[in-house]
């Protein structure tokens, strides 16, 4: 069932994507007297699900959810019609209508996509708020894995800024870490004080090829008793409100080193526990039972989300940064898959990958939210200067319109060639990868 959830998000979502991308090709087209000959959802080799006929255009559903298309008259795409190319020119075609008409068309579905992603950002914020966890609420620090700790990072840090940009979202340090092309600068609060240190390019790098961003830190939880439970506690002294801060000669303690480590280590003996109390440290001789406890509950939801409301008016604003900042961060990975060094197209994955982005329960903030995410993602990877995306397309009528020099039919014959075995190897590479994930993970 988890399964079938997922794929029922997964093709809405798509459906719904394509369906607009299309529309936005199919409307421009329309406003120019263009005539559009089919308007597919999905791909229709061979034959089609269903499909109907109203005016001078098929409407029609396809078997192959690759995508979809519509046929415009007069230009050479997916269909490869090249006999029409060959009759002579009518004034209701794609080819006989000026350079910046076409290039209006090819850039509609790509505008559609961006513009559906700032409605849905606009809408989430509107019904839902922007929910985040708050850097300045992180007053423990952070505990760093083995990889944090060769950049740079100690537990207990703070950080404050990456190359001067404050953090306000927890989420953003690791993002920041990631999406980068140069050294980074940051700025933690340690021990009271204000520390800067920069990591070298080449460090991150690694990271990233070793994928040990996962983990790479993780909130610090004080050991702050909320009740005292057993009759060895109570006569040791210890109190509701307490927080271990030392114990021995150890300092800068939290659940995870108290729990895993220390009374771990210390069963059926004794731990000299400092706390604070008040305002003052108080020194504790505490026993430890033969579990590897000393008889407390520790105070739990030390963290809580912060939610943001917005009007209306202040709703469609805050979409269209989301979606701006969306697609700057989604541009800048994929500058990065391109690039050998950074390994990062391992990371590349098909329709398996995109479907597990989706919930194994039906959650509707969720199911928008990843439907704008691939919004942006469809409009990024369409307006790449491949031949066969609108990116291709328009890059040639561009040129037409900078030189004044069209472009052969034969060169653009080839181009869609070229561009159709393009995307067929990085389809067949990201869902290989997918595969290979499976059978290896």
């Known amino acids: 069932m988890e399964i079938l959830i997922k794929v029922v998000q997964f093709f809405m979502s798509l459906s719904l994507l394509v369906a607009i991308h299309e529309f936005g090709h199919f409307i421009v087209a329309r406003i120019f007297k263009i005539r559009v000959e089919k308007f597919y959802i999905f791909f229709d080799p061979w034959f089609s699900l269903f499909k109907w006929k109203r005016g001078e255009t098929e409407y029609g559903v396809g078997w192959l959810p690759l995508g979809g298309y519509v046929k415009i008259a007069g230009m050479i795409d997916e269909s490869m019609d ?35 992603a700032m409605m849905i950002y606009s809408g989430i914020c509107y019904s839902y708020g922007t929910s985040y966890l708050a850097a300045e609420d992180v007053k423990w620090g952070y505990s760093f894995n083995e990889a944090g700790e060769r950049l740079g990072f100690k537990d207990g840090d703070k950080v404050i800024s990456i190359d001067e940009q404050a953090i306000e979202d927890v989420n953003d ?24 240190f920069v990591i070298p390019f080449e460090e991150l790098l690694s990271m990233r090829r070793n994928k040990e961003y996962e983990n790479l830190y993780t909130l610090r939880v004080p050991f702050i008793v909320d009740s005292v439970a057993a009759p060895t506690a109570i006569e040791a002294g210890l109190q509701a409100g307490d927080e271990v801060i030392a114990c021995g000669d150890r300092t800068n303690i939290d659940v995870v080193a108290m729990t895993e480590e220390i009374l771990p280590a210390s069963k059926g003996d004794t731990v000299a526990l400092t706390v604070l109390r008040s305002g003052e440290q108080v020194v504790l001789n505490v026993p430890v039972n033969e579990e590897g406890k000393i008889g407390v509950i520790m105070k739990a939801d030390m963290f809580a989300p912060r939610t943001r409301s917005y009007t209306l008016f202040e709703a469609i604003p805050a979409g269209v940064n989301m979606a701006v900042k969306t697609v700057a961060d989604y541009w800048q990975q994929l500058k990065l898959i391109f690039q050998p060094k950074t390994k990062m197209y391992e990371e590349l994955g098909g329709f398996i990958s ?74 067949i590479y990201a869902n290989g990868n997918d595969i290979y994930r499976l059978f290896t993970n």
């Open 354 to 427: 995109i479907g597990n982005i989706f919930p194994s329960e039906w959650n509707w903030l969720r199911f928008w939210s990843m439907t704008a995410f691939l919004s942006v993602m469809l409009a990024v990877l369409n307006i790449l200067p491949i031949p066969g995306l609108d990116g291709g397309h328009a890059l040639f009528t561009l040129w037409e319109m900078v030189t004044g020099k069209k472009p052969s039919d034969k060169f653009l014959e080839v181009m869609q060639y070229i561009g159709f075995a393009i995307l067929l190897a990085l389809v």
């Open 82 to 116: 090249l006999e029409q190319m060959q009759a002579p020119v009518q004034p209701w075609e794609f080819r006989a209508k000026p350079a910046w008409q076409r290039f209006m068309v090819m850039i509609a579905g790509v505008v559609m996509n961006v513009l559906l």
């Open 173 to 196: 340090i690791r993002q920041m870490l990631l999406l980068t092309e140069s050294e980074r600068r940051i700025v933690v609060e340690r021990a009271g004080e204000h520390v800067e």
